[in-house]
């Protein structure tokens, strides 16, 4: 069974720049979080663009090579549409499962969380200064959050240089239950993954886990809070 939900607010932003999309193909789910960068103009129109050509591009099939080759092309399509006054940029998330198997792909700070059993066993790293700062030693996990080069991403679609994308993919156990989160930094910069287990624990559904980490959010931001975006996957 395969159940979803998600979401895309504006926060305390003039625009959204996020962008959210979710496709169901014959037992089989495809995911996306995209974020555009905000400071480089066209942040909307580069996550859009996004998950449009990811999503269109997906044949239903769990396959990491085919992921990636979407998404390179969404990355070439933002290209083409940048001029020397709008750099647009965007991270993704991109998660697909169908039939025990699923695939994900990821670039810049946007991540994804899975869970097994409500119980989190994994989490994208981000690719930042921040994450790079942890990498070498100079703050803990935790610190990303408000570190003061957190919004400094190294990798995005429509950068200048050729784009890396990091995959991985899961053969899921039989008789589990398995959680999916992708999220926005907008959205994980408030909810912390202890908040993220406790709240799925106590959820029947993933509208109902999804608005009680909304919940925490909403109380903890200020006016002025960035976009923030989910979309929650169980599979069980």
Known sequence: MIKTASYTEIGGRSCNEDS????????????????????????DIASRLT????????????????????????????????????????TITALCYS??????????????YRFKNDK???????????????????????EIRFHEDRS??????GQDDELKIDTGSLDLV????????LCSDGFWEYVLEDEMELDLKNSATPGEWVRRMRKRLLERVPKDNDNNTAAAVWVY
């Open 99 to 112: 039939h025990g198997k699923c695939v994900w792909a990821h670039c810049g700070d946007s991540r994804i």
């Open 20 to 43: 959210v999309g979710i496709r169901v193909e014959d037992k089989g789910i495809l995911a996306i979080v995209a974020d555009g960068l905000g400071g480089h103009g066209g942040g």
């Open 51 to 90: 998950v449009d050509i990811v999503s269109e591009g997906w044949s239903g099939k769990v396959d990491a090579d085919e992921l990636c080759a979407n998404i390179q092309k969404a990355h070439e399509e933002i290209r083409k549409l940048q001029s020397p006054a709008c750099k647009m940029k965007s």
């Open 120 to 142: 989190l066993e994994f989490q994208t790293l981000d690719h930042s200064a921040s994450q790079l700062a942890v990498y070498l030693g100079q703050i803990t996990p935790a």
């Open 152 to 157: 400094r991403i190294l990798r995005a679609l």
């Open 174 to 181: 039989k008789g589990e239950k398995y959680a999916f989160l």
